[in-house]
């Protein structure tokens, strides 16, 4: 089937570039290739050639309803396919066929042979000729599925054409029928034939159920397989069968709720190789190369498969470094980017230095991605390279032998893709988008596989494959409009009223033959459905979902199921009328247990319904017995219990005063090592994100892909480097005020910064990237004009200095609390200006988000605590200069327009007030870190949209704490709002 695609490909192809080529918009859609094999497979199964084609458009088949140009183009590509057919010596198979036929006019049949046909209903005009060859002067059995029910409309042209060739008809009864329940007998006789009132007994042989989805009419089905196996002895899973007009989605929640639930399933139909994780893999690796080793599908591909074990193999944590490296994709970002993998640090952690073995394991795995890395654009190479289907299909092959771990599968689907190689018979250049269809088409073949009726489990099976069998009990779920019946769809290249004109001027001109028409093909599911009804023998269930769940809109059940209705009761059945069927079913969706548990499919409903029968009446004390089946289960009660149902904070809220946990708070203590202002402040907003983020040590880490363009916090970090730099810069020269010349250093050094991030750092689209480039050189320089009309009074003298931790900092500044405790602090000052009698100093802040509500001179309940505490680290810093400098002030200069390069301060005065405030503060801070209070404060509006961990509190998080927030062991820190 590939090979004719891709000749059907070439042939159109050679004339794209033609005026009057009528497809040539399409001319390379895999689509339009597929389609033309199959108009050109019709053609030839009505025995017309391409020469006869020719002669009907030429011969009457244009008039005003058809497209002469679309015809002859389809003609030319018919001849151009046949044309290189001829070339490479190949037959397609309806030329084998053909072939077949030769050979056995030629070859005779023996008269005294019994040939016996059977398993088919419909014939075309090349199967007609292989069976008269076939049978020749030998006696023939024709096993012939046919009834004078109106289901079997589709059998009659086949029968009659049996008739006239001197074949003599003889009924046969249903294998099944003498052993069908009268209930059963009566609806496949009258299915789809008008009402006549005629009723069928009721029995309860027929069920129809409704679930509200797939999924719950997967379980459902399951839940009667049970109870029927259940309630009579002598029905084995062996005696039941599933039959669906399509195999998906069946195959999969089937397969699922089945093993869940312990019943037994054999699947008639295995998936596909591509549907194994194997096949998967494949099939990632070609979408790899060519969308160039996008990071996303790279860390699927590693996390996705079962890798060969090796030195550093940690999927997960590559995923971590790559999206630490900010790794987009592509071959060149990974070569250039990937020796720095495992050196990049979560932000906030460059002055907390690893533990030795951490930082080996750390580089062990970066090794082990950068070894997974090399052979992945290795093997995108090789791909690229390859010019042949032999050369592509050893690539990919031996990648997988490469970086999958060895097992059955991996060696049938390496075994599968090697067949590529004999697609080189056609001669054709193997590109990448040849090499990928053709790779999706041979995996995605099912395999073949022979219908197996002793198996030990319930039968799964489409009706194609079903037809002909009997079972004690048959469910034929997907009853929905547009799946069961399949819509008759029309060949796209060569419609039905087009057909039916060439079939009138082919009669004409004697050439035989009969294209058919797809829209007649409705007729054919009718049969399909009656003989799927026809393979119960005591009982049938016809299901339908009433829910697509990947919209939620109403699905419309097919009305198939009302002309079962109307078999069964002999009345003109509608939508109300099918809810009033005695054996009709609707599963609600409100609900999953069961009312009677001992119709539970498995455990989880089985234990869903006792606690909700506990809660309902009451006796929760039922239902405890899950907590030895589950820790889970005791540890959610008591989370519930303690979330929504305590007065006070408990540990489920972040209380953790607990005798088990006051030991382990110890070494977190604020007064037990350096803490950063900003640290301070988080707990100031809210001490829950304070525990998650610096006691626990969580952070976000973002997917660069995701970005669309620089982060804030790589912009605040690009533009506080490009400052200290060029004021560096300007220091060592010795250039102050900023020389006439300034703006053009500024602007080289921002473009160097800018290529330097855009190699490091996640940029999101170019676009904007490029907008965002040009707000970052248009802030800078008004940044440097409004430094130049001040540089007579102020000139930096620290810049990005750090203070209170490392070897490189000047010690840690402190603040002495009551009880001789001390609370030291660390980080970085921005930048330290003095004035020029360099008796006067200043601390500048950079910010480049945007511009916070916040009055001079303001602590905000504890949530601004940045620019006092830089007044402190400052004093520090500048201790050691004689004379001291006084510092007057401490300020944000918000450094973009759109903050409109604003400025908030914090000035020096009345400190010792000032500084009574911030111990009480600090003071409070401590003794709720010591005590274990790390309760959330919730505020939607200012505080919970910017935090990462909002999801962590979930929904209800202001409920719970205006229920909590009476308790005393809060009331110190809650006070500190009063503060301004």
């Not at 005063?657 to 350096?674: F, K, N, Q, T, V």
């Not at 602590?859 to 400098?885: E, N, V």
């Not at 405030?917 to 801070?925: N, P, Q």
Request: glycine share 8%; net charge negative.
């Amino acid at each position: 089937g590939q090979a004719a695609a891709l000749l059907a490909r070439e042939a159109a192809l050679e004339v794209a570039g033609e005026g009057s080529f009528y497809f040539g918009p399409i001319a390379d859609r895999a689509g339009f290739h597929q389609a033309l094999v199959r108009t050109i497979t019709d053609m030839k199964e009505a025995l017309l050639r391409a020469d006869t084609f020719d002669q009907a458009i030429h011969g009457g088949a244009v008039d005003k309803e058809m497209h002469a140009r679309k015809l002859l183009s389809l003609l030319g590509l018919w001849r151009g396919y046949e044309r290189r057919l001829s070339e490479l010596g190949r037959l397609d198979g309806t030329d084998l066929v053909t072939f077949a036929i030769g050979g056995l006019m030629q070859a005779g049949t023996d008269e005294a042979s019994l040939a016996v046909l059977y398993g088919f209903y419909d014939l075309n005009e090349q199967q007609k000729w292989l069976l008269n060859a076939f049978c020749g002067d030998s006696d023939s059995l024709v096993l012939f599925p046919t009834d004078a029910c109106p289901a079997f409309a589709w059998t009659e042209k086949t029968r009659q054409w049996f008739e006239s060739a001197g074949f003599q008809a003889e009924h046969y009864g249903h294998a099944g029928a003498g052993r069908r329940a009268p209930e059963l007998q009566h609806l496949v006789r009258r299915l789809f034939a008008r009402p006549d009132g005629s009723a069928a007994p009721a029995a309860g042989a027929v069920g129809i159920l409704s679930a509200p989805g797939v999924a719950r009419e997967a379980r459902e089905i399951a839940r009667e397989v049970l109870a029927a196996v259940d309630a009579d002895e002598s029905l084995r899973f062996s005696d039941i069968a599933i039959v669906v007009r399509t195999v998906e989605p069946y195959r999969r929640v089937l397969t699922e709720v089945f093993e869940t639930a312990g019943i037994p399933l054999h699947v008639v139909h295995p998936p596909p190789l591509g549907e194994t994780p194997t096949g998967k893999a494949a099939l990632l690796l070609r979408e790899l190369v060519q969308r160039d080793f996008p990071r996303a599908k790279v860390m699927e591909f590693a996390t996705g498969f079962d890798l060969a074990e090796g030195e550093g193999t940690a999927p997960v944590a590559w995923d971590q470094m790559t999206m630490e490296a900010g790794i987009v994709g592509g071959s060149k970002e990974w070569t250039e980017r990937l020796p720095r993998v495992g050196a990049c640090r979560q932000p906030g952690d460059e002055d907390t230095p690893e533990p030795e073995p951490l930082t080996e394991r750390r580089e062990a795995v970066a090794n082990g991605l950068r070894r997974f890395m090399r052979r992945l654009l290795a093997f995108g190479e090789e791909l690229r390279a390859a010019s042949t289907f032999t050369s592509a299909a050893a690539a990919i092959t031996g990648c997988l032998r490469d970086l999958l771990a060895p097992s059955a599968e991996r060696d049938t689907v390496t075994r599968a893709v090697d067949a590529l190689t004999d697609l080189d018979v056609l001669g054709q250049t193997a590109d990448g988008t040849t090499v990928g269809r053709a790779l999706e088409a041979l995996l995605g073949n099912e395999p073949d596989t022979a219908f197996v009726t002793d198996s030990n489990g319930v039968v799964f099976a489409d009706v194609m494959a079903a037809r002909g069998t009997s079972f004690r009990l048959v469910f034929v779920p997907g009853l929905v409009e547009k799946s069961f019946p399949v819509p008759a769809r029309q060949d796209p290249l060569l419609l039905d009223h087009e057909r039916f004109r060439l079939n009138n001027v082919l009669t004409g001109l004697g050439t035989g033959g009969e294209l058919p028409e797809k829209g007649a093909r409705i007729a054919e599911e009718k049969l399909l459905y009656r003989l799927a009804c026809g393979i119960a023998t005591e009982r049938l269930v016809v299901s339908y979902p009433r829910l697509d769940p990947t919209t939620g809109r109403d699905l419309m059940p097919s009305h198939f199921v009302l002309r079962t209705v109307e078999a069964l009761t002999g009345e003109r059945a509608t939508l109300q009328a099918l809810e009033a069927f005695p054996g009709y079913v609707r599963v609600p969706l409100s609900r999953l247990p069961p009312e009677d548990l001992g119709r539970s499919v498995d455990r989880l409903e089985f234990d869903l319904g006792q606690v909700e029968r506990a809660l309902r009446g009451n006796h929760a004390g039922t239902a405890l017995y899950l907590k030895q089946l589950s820790k889970h289960f005791e540890r959610g009660v008591r989370a519930e219990r303690n979330r929504w149902g305590a007065t006070q904070f408990t540990a489920w809220d972040g209380m953790l005063d607990l005798p088990s946990c006051l030991p382990l708070l110890g070494e977190h203590a604020l007064e037990h090592e350096p803490v950063s202002p900003s640290a301070l402040e988080t707990f100031g907003t809210c001490p829950y994100r304070y525990l998650l983020s610096q006691v626990f040590r969580l952070s976000v880490q973002e997917e660069p892909e995701r970005a669309i363009t620089i982060s804030p916090a790589d912009r605040g970090e690009l533009i506080h480097t490009i400052l200290e730099r060029f004021h560096e810069g300007l220091r060592e020269g010795n250039s102050w005020p900023p020389p006439l010349d300034a703006e053009e250093r500024l602007s080289k050094l921002t473009e160097t910064e800018l290529d330097r991030f855009a190699q490091t750092g996640a940029v999101g689209f170019p676009l904007f990237w490029e907008l965002a480039k040009q707000t970052i050189r248009e802030d800078l320089r008004t940044v440097l004009r409004l430094e130049q009309a001040e540089a007579g009074v102020w000139r930096p003298e620290l810049l990005e200095q750090k203070y209170g931790r490392d070897e490189q900092a000047t010690g840690a500044p402190s603040i002495e609390l009551a009880e001789g405790r001390a609370v030291r602090f660390s980080g970085r000052i921005d930048r330290v200006d003095l004035d020029t009698t360099k008796q006067r100093a200043r601390v500048v802040d950079y910010k480049t988000g945007r511009k916070q509500s916040l009055k001079p001179d303001s602590f905000a309940g504890g949530t601004s605590l940045q620019l006092p505490l830089y007044l402190i680290a400052a004093k520090h810093l500048l201790a050691d200069r004689k004379p001291q400098p006084e510092l007057e002030r401490a300020f944000f200069w918000y450094v973009s327009a759109k903050a409109e390069f604003g400025r908030v301060e914090f000035t020096a005065g009345d400190w010792p007030s000032k500084l009574e405030t911030l111990k009480r503060i600090l003071g409070t801070f401590a003794d709720c870190v010591r005590g274990g209070s790390f309760f959330a404060v919730p505020d939607e509006a200012k505080k919970c949209g910017y935090c990462d961990f909002a999801l962590v509190c979930g929904a209800g998080k202001e409920q719970v704490f205006q229920r909590k927030e009476r308790d005393p062991r809060a009331a110190a820190y809650l006070g500190l709002s009063d503060i301004a």
